[in-house]
């Protein structure tokens, strides 16, 4: 990938989330700002794919990940934003105050930053020149049980809200009775197909693909995903929220420890 192509590909990311947050602001619907995330990222590892993809095959491949990844996480978070605030955005620009849409403007670009390295994974992916093998077959396999697990999660909490009866409590249910954030497991683990396209004999620079896994983990675990949505779980849930997180582990899913 040449600097011209990747400073655009940046700069297209800066722009996205510019706009991610101007409609953050003006519509209300906070959650819309992820789900231009999950676009933006989604079109900028196709951009990158189509810049240097030397294995059409594996291309192909990572192309098709990424659209039906973008595709389907962008329109469940699009769809959930028309019920207003973000949990995260509002516990954020509480912590922030008067300065909150400067500081929301500067974190987007750090998630802009941020979506530059899936991009050059999926690029680094695309250009494995190794035959299609058992180990493409291991990451559909991967990217699958992800698109799926992740569906479900989303599910079973829709379904959780949908009752009237549920409203204030915590969802413990399926996935959510061994993970707090489901969800955000099969997100990550998505991710780890791209490493197993990518890293083969006399290809060094596949390993650079770990870098979507690694920071998709940090992303979520660390800086925008479990930090904020627990923070605020805890003060509208309050001691509910603690009993139901020392039974229950944040990211890895496990059996429910006992009370």
Request: proline fraction near 5%; glycine fraction near 10%; hydrophobic fraction near 55%.
């Amino acid at each position: 990938m040449t600097v011209v192509y990747a400073l655009g590909l940046a700069l297209f990311l800066s722009v996205a989330m510019a706009g991610a947050w101007w409609i953050g602001q003006t519509s209300g619907r906070s959650g819309r700002i992820d789900a231009i995330w999950t676009l933006s990222t989604g079109l900028a590892g196709i951009g990158a794919v189509a810049i240097g993809a030397n294995h059409a095959p594996r291309a192909l491949l990572v192309v098709l990940f990424l659209a039906i990844w973008a595709v389907r996480l962008g329109g469940y978070l699009w769809r959930r934003a028309k019920h207003g605030e973000d949990a995260r955005y509002a516990a954020l620009k509480e912590q922030w105050g008067e300065r909150a849409p400067l500081q929301l403007f500067l974190f987007l670009q750090v998630q802009a930053v941020a979506a530059w390295p899936l991009a050059l994974s999926a690029y680094v992916a695309a250009g494995a020149l190794e035959d299609i093998g058992l180990r493409d077959a291991l990451a559909l396999l991967v990217f699958a049980a992800a698109l799926i697990g992740e569906a479900v999660a989303d599910a079973q909490m829709a379904a959780f809200k949908a009752n009237p009866g549920n409203r204030g409590g915590i969802c413990e249910t399926g996935l959510w009775s061994w993970s707090r954030h489901p969800n955000y497991f099969f997100e990550w683990f998505g991710w780890l197909g791209l490493p197993l396209l990518a890293i083969g004999p006399g290809y060094p620079l596949g390993w650079l693909a770990w870098l979507a896994p690694a920071e998709m983990y940090w992303l979520l675990v660390h800086v925008s995903g479990v930090p904020p949505l627990e923070v605020a779980m805890r003060r509208s849930r309050g001691e509910a929220f603690d009993r139901y997180a020392a039974r229950v582990n944040a990211f890895w899913p496990m059996p429910p420890r006992s009370a």
